[in-house]
């Protein structure tokens, strides 16, 4: 039966079978693997996966869709926000501690998708994903251009993250307004012991007025702390490195590096 694209759904389906190879050959699934994919939709990249995995779980929030990939008898389907899953409960279901998860996501809720995430980072072994190109850029940055923000610090800080393959529109039906390409991210092995709520407080803070320098945007938040250590406020939050949003975040709790 048809499927009208729901546009609610950020529902833009895969259709170039080249570069539905391209994202499964980067992914590289293996028998027996535990993967998970987000958005399965119309499986075009859900049917080459589970050829190869023979077992995959999906998440799909589209009750229609959801329907149709319950009749695939290697299919696990959770129907629900993806939002609202809990991988390590998941990850505990399939048997293992370290997920695989992968998914063309929905780029409406894409950046929500990635923080979720970073909550069940201890349960992932790692995550493919295709998204919008210029966020792609964003978790990959590096300090100093205009794409380093909130985001590549909060990701760069828990994973190693590398642009794997573009895709142009014309590889979706309908087609995005947008370029997309394909991330991965693979968890860090030795993280940073760092308090993640104070470490986001602080990157909010500092990129809070990226034009200015840090003593406008960080200044107040840091004496509020009565941080009394050594920080050079005379940069802008994009100059600093990711290290050292973390040496100062561990600075204000007392962390000591893991
Ligand atoms: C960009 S489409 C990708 C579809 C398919 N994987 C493909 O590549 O052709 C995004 C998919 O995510 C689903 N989706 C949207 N929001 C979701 C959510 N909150 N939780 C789970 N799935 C969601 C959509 O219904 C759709 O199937």
Do not use: C
């Amino acid at each position: 039966m048809q499927h009208v694209a729901r546009k609610r759904f950020g529902q833009h389906f895969l259709t170039d079978p080249a570069i539905i190879d391209a994202i499964v050959r980067a992914i590289d699934p293996r028998p027996g693997q535990a993967m998970v994919e987000i958005g399965p939709g119309l499986a075009a990249l859900t049917q080459p996966l589970v050829e190869r995995l023979g077992r995959l779980a999906v998440i799909e929030l589209d009750r229609d869709l959801a329907a149709r990939l319950r009749k695939h008898p290697q299919l696990s389907v959770t129907e629900a926000d993806v939002l609202q899953v809990d991988f390590a409960a998941l990850a505990a279901s399939l048997g293992t501690t370290k997920l695989r998860v992968a998914g063309n996501l929905p780029y409406n809720i894409s950046t929500p998708i990635l923080f979720h995430l970073l909550q069940y980072v201890d349960s992932v072994q790692d995550q493919h994903f295709m998204l919008q190109k210029e966020v792609i850029a964003r978790m990959v940055a590096r300090p100093a251009t205009s794409d380093y923000g909130r985001l590549t610090v909060m990701l760069q800080w828990r994973y190693e993250m590398e642009d794997v393959l573009f895709v142009p529109p014309q590889a979706f039906d309908p087609p995005p307004k947008v370029d997309s390409a394909v991330v991965r991210m693979v968890p860090l092995a030795q993280p940073a012991a760092v308090d993640e709520k104070l470490l986001s407080e602080l990157v909010q803070a500092a990129f809070s007025q990226r034009r200015k320098l840090l003593r406008h945007s960080l200044g107040k938040w840091l004496e509020q702390r009565q941080f009394a250590g050594a920080f050079d406020l005379q940069r802008r939050a994009e100059e600093v490195p990711v290290a050292e949003y973390v040496a100062l975040a561990q600075a204000l709790t007392g962390t000591e590096r893991a």
